[in-house]
Protein backbone atom coordinates (compact mmCIF):
# COMPACT_ATOMS: atom_id res chain seq x y z
CA UNK A 1 0.00 0.00 0.00
CA UNK A 2 1.37 3.20 -0.90
CA UNK A 3 3.09 5.27 1.70
CA UNK A 4 1.07 9.20 2.25
CA UNK A 5 3.67 10.89 3.12
CA UNK A 6 2.68 14.67 4.58
CA UNK A 7 5.54 15.58 6.56
CA UNK A 8 7.14 18.07 4.10
CA UNK A 9 8.07 18.23 0.80
CA UNK A 10 11.83 17.66 2.00
CA UNK A 11 10.52 13.80 1.40
CA UNK A 12 10.23 14.21 -2.37
CA UNK A 13 12.36 11.73 -4.16
CA UNK A 14 14.61 12.53 -7.63
CA UNK A 15 12.04 11.86 -10.57
CA UNK A 16 13.07 9.14 -13.02
CA UNK A 17 14.35 12.61 -15.21
CA UNK A 18 16.35 13.31 -12.74
CA UNK A 19 18.11 10.25 -12.00
CA UNK A 20 18.48 9.32 -15.48
CA UNK A 21 20.11 13.22 -15.67
CA UNK A 22 22.43 12.46 -12.76
CA UNK A 23 23.98 8.98 -14.26
CA UNK A 24 24.90 11.09 -17.43
CA UNK A 25 25.95 14.42 -15.66
CA UNK A 26 29.67 15.95 -16.63
CA UNK A 27 31.21 16.32 -13.91
CA UNK A 28 34.91 18.01 -12.33
CA UNK A 29 36.46 19.40 -9.61
CA UNK A 30 33.97 22.71 -8.27
CA UNK A 31 36.40 24.12 -5.93
CA UNK A 32 38.74 24.71 -9.03
CA UNK A 33 35.14 25.66 -10.84
CA UNK A 34 35.81 23.07 -13.02
CA UNK A 35 32.55 21.02 -12.63
CA UNK A 36 30.26 22.22 -16.57
CA UNK A 37 27.04 21.02 -14.96
CA UNK A 38 27.24 23.43 -11.41
CA UNK A 39 28.41 26.30 -13.81
CA UNK A 40 25.31 25.55 -15.52
CA UNK A 41 22.98 25.39 -12.59
CA UNK A 42 24.82 28.27 -11.25
CA UNK A 43 23.97 30.61 -14.41
CA UNK A 44 20.34 29.26 -15.01
CA UNK A 45 19.47 29.89 -11.77
CA UNK A 46 21.38 33.65 -11.50
CA UNK A 47 19.28 34.29 -14.72
CA UNK A 48 15.65 33.32 -13.78
CA UNK A 49 15.59 35.46 -10.80
CA UNK A 50 16.97 38.03 -12.16
CA UNK A 51 20.70 38.43 -10.01
CA UNK A 52 24.30 38.50 -11.34
CA UNK A 53 25.58 35.36 -9.88
CA UNK A 54 24.56 32.35 -7.67
CA UNK A 55 26.61 29.99 -5.66
CA UNK A 56 25.43 26.08 -4.85
CA UNK A 57 25.05 24.93 -1.96
CA UNK A 58 23.96 21.52 0.09
CA UNK A 59 21.00 22.36 1.71
CA UNK A 60 18.62 25.44 2.78
CA UNK A 61 19.66 26.14 6.15
CA UNK A 62 23.62 26.49 4.74
CA UNK A 63 22.43 29.18 1.89
CA UNK A 64 20.74 31.24 4.60
CA UNK A 65 23.65 30.91 6.72
CA UNK A 66 26.59 31.84 4.26
CA UNK A 67 24.06 34.55 3.43
CA UNK A 68 23.88 36.04 7.10
CA UNK A 69 27.97 35.31 7.01
CA UNK A 70 28.62 37.01 4.41
CA UNK A 71 26.42 40.16 4.82
CA UNK A 72 27.30 40.97 8.27
CA UNK A 73 30.59 41.26 10.86
CA UNK A 74 30.53 40.06 14.56
CA UNK A 75 28.81 41.48 17.00
CA UNK A 76 26.27 42.97 14.44
CA UNK A 77 22.22 42.74 14.79
CA UNK A 78 20.12 41.22 11.83
CA UNK A 79 16.19 41.82 12.08
CA UNK A 80 14.32 38.69 11.41
CA UNK A 81 10.44 37.79 11.69
CA UNK A 82 10.03 35.78 15.13
CA UNK A 83 9.28 32.35 13.88
CA UNK A 84 11.65 32.58 10.82
CA UNK A 85 13.28 29.73 9.89
CA UNK A 86 16.80 31.20 10.36
CA UNK A 87 15.41 32.13 13.56
CA UNK A 88 13.65 29.01 14.70
CA UNK A 89 14.89 26.41 12.74
CA UNK A 90 18.70 26.59 12.00
CA UNK A 91 20.33 25.36 15.33
CA UNK A 92 21.29 28.82 16.30
CA UNK A 93 23.49 29.30 13.33
CA UNK A 94 23.47 33.14 13.46
CA UNK A 95 25.16 33.43 16.55
CA UNK A 96 27.52 30.58 16.34
CA UNK A 97 29.08 31.41 12.81
CA UNK A 98 28.40 34.57 11.90
CA UNK A 99 28.04 35.63 15.77
CA UNK A 100 25.52 38.01 15.10
CA UNK A 101 22.22 38.64 17.28
CA UNK A 102 18.97 38.41 15.98
CA UNK A 103 16.10 41.01 16.73
CA UNK A 104 13.13 39.40 16.47
CA UNK A 105 9.55 40.91 15.24
CA UNK A 106 6.39 40.17 15.23
CA UNK A 107 4.29 39.39 11.59
CA UNK A 108 1.49 39.27 10.89
CA UNK A 109 0.89 36.00 8.40
CA UNK A 110 4.75 36.31 7.97
CA UNK A 111 5.03 39.43 6.61
CA UNK A 112 6.69 41.96 8.95
CA UNK A 113 5.45 45.45 9.18
CA UNK A 114 7.43 48.14 7.42
CA UNK A 115 7.04 50.67 10.49
CA UNK A 116 8.31 47.74 12.52
CA UNK A 117 11.05 47.38 10.93
CA UNK A 118 12.34 51.06 11.10
CA UNK A 119 11.64 51.55 14.75
CA UNK A 120 13.61 48.13 15.13
CA UNK A 121 16.91 49.87 12.82
CA UNK A 122 19.48 51.28 15.69
CA UNK A 123 20.53 54.18 15.47
CA UNK A 124 24.10 55.36 15.88
CA UNK A 125 24.57 55.15 19.51
CA UNK A 126 27.94 53.84 21.68
CA UNK A 127 25.94 51.33 23.50
CA UNK A 128 24.14 49.76 20.19
CA UNK A 129 25.34 47.54 17.68
CA UNK A 130 24.89 47.72 13.78
CA UNK A 131 22.08 46.92 12.01
CA UNK A 132 23.36 44.84 9.12
CA UNK A 133 20.88 42.95 7.74
CA UNK A 134 16.85 41.93 7.11
CA UNK A 135 15.79 38.44 6.43
CA UNK A 136 12.21 37.63 5.53
CA UNK A 137 10.56 34.72 4.23
CA UNK A 138 8.67 33.96 1.63
CA UNK A 139 6.49 31.43 0.92
CA UNK A 140 6.64 32.24 5.22
CA UNK A 141 6.68 28.24 6.45
CA UNK A 142 5.33 28.58 9.86
CA UNK A 143 2.75 30.86 8.82
CA UNK A 144 1.02 27.91 6.72
CA UNK A 145 3.10 28.61 3.17
CA UNK A 146 1.98 32.11 3.44
CA UNK A 147 2.78 34.04 0.25
CA UNK A 148 4.24 37.23 1.99
CA UNK A 149 2.81 40.39 -0.64
CA UNK A 150 5.21 41.67 -3.30
CA UNK A 151 4.43 45.22 -1.99
CA UNK A 152 5.50 44.64 1.84
CA UNK A 153 8.66 43.33 0.23
CA UNK A 154 9.26 46.43 -1.79
CA UNK A 155 8.72 48.76 1.13
CA UNK A 156 11.45 46.68 3.55
CA UNK A 157 13.42 46.88 0.26
CA UNK A 158 13.11 50.58 0.03
CA UNK A 159 13.37 51.14 3.77
CA UNK A 160 16.64 48.92 3.64
CA UNK A 161 18.26 51.20 0.72
CA UNK A 162 17.30 54.31 2.55
CA UNK A 163 19.59 53.16 5.37
CA UNK A 164 21.95 50.70 3.18
CA UNK A 165 20.68 47.54 4.98
CA UNK A 166 20.73 44.60 2.45
CA UNK A 167 17.59 42.45 2.37
CA UNK A 168 17.94 38.33 2.39
CA UNK A 169 15.85 36.44 1.15
CA UNK A 170 15.01 33.18 2.62
CA UNK A 171 13.00 31.75 -0.72
CA UNK A 172 12.95 27.98 0.25
CA UNK A 173 9.90 28.35 -1.20
CA UNK A 174 10.03 31.35 -3.49
CA UNK A 175 8.25 28.95 -6.70
CA UNK A 176 5.74 28.56 -4.58
CA UNK A 177 4.77 32.00 -3.98
CA UNK A 178 5.59 32.80 -7.80
CA UNK A 179 3.05 30.25 -8.37
CA UNK A 180 0.55 31.78 -5.92
CA UNK A 181 0.86 35.30 -7.44
CA UNK A 182 1.07 34.11 -10.54
CA UNK A 183 3.86 36.47 -11.41
CA UNK A 184 7.48 35.67 -12.59
CA UNK A 185 10.10 34.62 -10.11
CA UNK A 186 11.82 38.18 -10.98
CA UNK A 187 9.00 40.35 -9.76
CA UNK A 188 9.80 38.60 -5.84
CA UNK A 189 13.14 38.71 -6.42
CA UNK A 190 13.90 41.99 -7.38
CA UNK A 191 13.12 43.43 -3.61
CA UNK A 192 15.96 41.15 -2.44
CA UNK A 193 19.61 41.59 -2.67
CA UNK A 194 20.45 37.81 -2.20
CA UNK A 195 18.17 34.68 -2.00
CA UNK A 196 18.54 31.55 -1.29
CA UNK A 197 16.05 28.93 -2.71
CA UNK A 198 15.84 25.23 -2.36
CA UNK A 199 15.61 22.48 -5.42
CA UNK A 200 15.05 19.64 -3.01
CA UNK A 201 11.78 20.32 -1.10
CA UNK A 202 8.73 20.85 -3.81
CA UNK A 203 11.04 20.49 -6.60
CA UNK A 204 12.16 17.26 -6.02
CA UNK A 205 16.16 17.61 -6.63
CA UNK A 206 17.76 14.79 -3.91
CA UNK A 207 19.96 17.80 -2.29
CA UNK A 208 20.68 21.46 -2.46
CA UNK A 209 19.96 24.81 -2.86
CA UNK A 210 21.06 28.17 -4.15
CA UNK A 211 21.93 31.25 -3.21
CA UNK A 212 21.88 33.87 -5.68
CA UNK A 213 23.19 38.28 -5.61
CA UNK A 214 25.44 40.59 -6.84
CA UNK A 215 28.90 39.45 -8.37
CA UNK A 216 30.61 40.70 -5.30
CA UNK A 217 28.68 39.07 -3.09
CA UNK A 218 28.58 35.80 -4.48
CA UNK A 219 32.54 36.01 -4.64
CA UNK A 220 32.23 36.58 -0.94
CA UNK A 221 29.93 33.83 -0.38
CA UNK A 222 31.94 31.50 -2.21
CA UNK A 223 34.25 31.28 0.41
CA UNK A 224 32.40 31.18 3.45
CA UNK A 225 31.01 28.08 1.88
CA UNK A 226 34.22 26.65 2.04
CA UNK A 227 34.78 28.06 5.22
CA UNK A 228 31.70 25.86 6.15
CA UNK A 229 32.72 22.92 4.46
CA UNK A 230 30.09 23.20 1.62
CA UNK A 231 32.95 23.37 -0.97
CA UNK A 232 31.84 20.38 -3.04
CA UNK A 233 33.79 18.74 -5.92
CA UNK A 234 32.34 16.70 -8.72
CA UNK A 235 28.59 17.45 -7.65
CA UNK A 236 27.71 17.90 -10.81
CA UNK A 237 25.97 15.10 -10.28
CA UNK A 238 23.39 16.82 -7.57
CA UNK A 239 23.40 20.03 -9.72
CA UNK A 240 22.10 17.60 -12.65
CA UNK A 241 18.89 17.40 -11.01
CA UNK A 242 18.75 20.63 -9.87
CA UNK A 243 18.79 21.89 -13.54
CA UNK A 244 15.37 19.59 -14.38
CA UNK A 245 13.97 21.01 -10.45
CA UNK A 246 14.59 24.39 -11.79
CA UNK A 247 13.58 23.88 -15.57
CA UNK A 248 10.54 21.49 -15.20
CA UNK A 249 9.21 21.42 -11.63
CA UNK A 250 8.71 24.94 -11.13
CA UNK A 251 5.97 24.58 -13.54
CA UNK A 252 4.28 22.11 -11.50
CA UNK A 253 3.61 23.31 -8.47
CA UNK A 254 -0.14 24.82 -8.84
CA UNK A 255 -1.19 20.84 -8.90
CA UNK A 256 0.17 20.67 -5.25
CA UNK A 257 -1.78 23.97 -4.41
CA UNK A 258 -4.18 22.89 -5.76
CA UNK A 259 -4.38 19.25 -3.42
CA UNK A 260 -3.37 21.24 -0.55
CA UNK A 261 -6.93 23.57 -0.61
CA UNK A 262 -8.84 20.10 -1.62
CA UNK A 263 -7.35 19.01 1.80
CA UNK A 264 -8.31 21.46 3.97
CA UNK A 265 -11.77 22.51 2.46
CA UNK A 266 -12.28 18.62 3.54
CA UNK A 267 -10.64 18.52 6.66
CA UNK A 268 -12.74 21.42 7.81
CA UNK A 269 -16.07 19.87 7.46
CA UNK A 270 -14.74 17.31 9.77
CA UNK A 271 -16.18 17.74 13.62
CA UNK A 272 -13.65 18.65 15.88
CA UNK A 273 -11.21 20.03 13.39
CA UNK A 274 -10.20 23.80 12.93
CA UNK A 275 -8.47 25.82 10.45
CA UNK A 276 -8.29 28.62 7.96
CA UNK A 277 -9.16 27.34 4.80
CA UNK A 278 -9.09 30.87 2.82
CA UNK A 279 -6.01 31.17 4.37
CA UNK A 280 -4.24 28.04 2.55
CA UNK A 281 -2.27 29.79 -0.47
CA UNK A 282 0.37 27.18 -1.36
CA UNK A 283 0.86 23.72 -0.21
CA UNK A 284 0.94 24.26 3.40
CA UNK A 285 -1.97 23.67 5.46
CA UNK A 286 -1.76 24.16 9.27
CA UNK A 287 -4.56 22.43 11.27
CA UNK A 288 -5.82 22.35 14.79
CA UNK A 289 -6.82 18.74 16.03
CA UNK A 290 -7.64 19.20 19.13
CA UNK A 291 -11.27 19.17 18.89
CA UNK A 292 -11.07 16.00 18.45
CA UNK A 293 -9.76 15.44 22.04
CA UNK A 294 -6.52 13.85 20.80
CA UNK A 295 -2.81 16.15 20.11
CA UNK A 296 -0.99 15.42 17.04
CA UNK A 297 1.30 13.15 18.57
CA UNK A 298 -1.53 10.76 19.03
CA UNK A 299 -3.07 11.57 15.42
CA UNK A 300 -0.10 10.87 13.77
CA UNK A 301 0.56 7.48 15.59
CA UNK A 302 -3.12 6.54 14.50
CA UNK A 303 -2.83 7.26 11.13
CA UNK A 304 0.36 5.49 10.77
CA UNK A 305 -2.00 2.35 10.64
CA UNK A 306 -3.63 4.31 7.50
CA UNK A 307 -0.25 4.55 6.14
CA UNK A 308 -0.54 8.08 6.47
CA UNK A 309 2.94 9.81 7.96
CA UNK A 310 2.19 13.29 9.60
CA UNK A 311 4.36 14.96 12.17
CA UNK A 312 3.08 14.90 15.34
CA UNK A 313 3.02 17.55 18.00
CA UNK A 314 2.69 17.98 21.97
CA UNK A 315 -0.78 20.05 21.22
CA UNK A 316 -3.50 19.94 18.54
CA UNK A 317 -1.81 22.01 16.27
CA UNK A 318 0.10 20.22 13.57
CA UNK A 319 1.38 20.93 9.36
CA UNK A 320 0.45 18.70 6.49
CA UNK A 321 2.50 19.56 3.47
CA UNK A 322 1.34 18.44 -0.25
CA UNK A 323 3.81 17.83 -3.19
CA UNK A 324 4.77 16.19 -6.17
CA UNK A 325 4.06 12.53 -4.39
CA UNK A 326 0.66 13.49 -3.27
CA UNK A 327 -2.60 13.06 -5.98
CA UNK A 328 -6.01 13.61 -5.90
CA UNK A 329 -6.36 10.39 -4.92
CA UNK A 330 -4.43 10.44 -1.89
CA UNK A 331 -6.10 13.32 -0.83
CA UNK A 332 -9.70 11.57 -0.43
CA UNK A 333 -7.55 8.68 1.12
CA UNK A 334 -6.25 11.28 3.89
CA UNK A 335 -10.39 12.82 4.25
CA UNK A 336 -11.39 9.26 4.65
CA UNK A 337 -9.17 8.06 7.03
CA UNK A 338 -9.18 11.52 9.21
CA UNK A 339 -13.09 10.57 9.07
CA UNK A 340 -12.93 7.05 10.27
CA UNK A 341 -10.98 8.23 13.49
CA UNK A 342 -13.84 10.28 14.30
N1 LIG B 1 12.23 23.36 6.32
C1 LIG B 1 11.95 22.03 6.81
C2 LIG B 1 12.25 21.94 8.30
O1 LIG B 1 13.55 22.40 8.56
C3 LIG B 1 11.30 22.70 9.16
C4 LIG B 1 10.52 21.69 6.49
O2 LIG B 1 10.16 20.51 6.64
O3 LIG B 1 9.76 22.58 6.10
N2 LIG B 1 14.03 27.80 4.89
C5 LIG B 1 12.78 27.35 5.00
C6 LIG B 1 11.66 28.33 4.88
C7 LIG B 1 12.52 26.00 5.22
O4 LIG B 1 11.28 25.59 5.34
C8 LIG B 1 13.61 25.10 5.31
C9 LIG B 1 13.40 23.63 5.60
C10 LIG B 1 14.90 25.61 5.18
C11 LIG B 1 15.08 26.98 4.98
C12 LIG B 1 16.14 24.74 5.32
O5 LIG B 1 16.31 23.88 4.27
P1 LIG B 1 17.20 22.54 4.44
O6 LIG B 1 16.32 21.55 5.10
O7 LIG B 1 17.57 22.19 3.04
O8 LIG B 1 18.38 22.89 5.27
Known amino acids: MKLID ?12 MRKAMYKAEVGDDVYRDDPTIIELEYKAAKKLGKEAALFVPSGTMGNQVAVLTHTQRG ?8 SHIFINEVGGIAILAGVQAKTLKGVSGALNVNDVENAIREEDIHYPKTSLICIENTHNKAGGKVI ?55 CAPIGSVLVGSNEFINKARKNRKLLGGGMRQAGILAAAGIIALDEMTLRLQEDHENAKNLAEGLA ?57 INKDDIDKVLKSFKNLI
Open 149 to 203: PIENMKSIYELGKKHSIPIHLDGARIFNASTYLNVDVKEIAQFADSINFCLSKGL
Open 269 to 325: EIPGIHLDVEGVQTNIIMVDVSGMGINGNQLADSLKKYNILINGSKDGNIRLVTHAY
Open 6 to 17: LRSDTVTKPTEK
Open 76 to 83: EEIILEEN
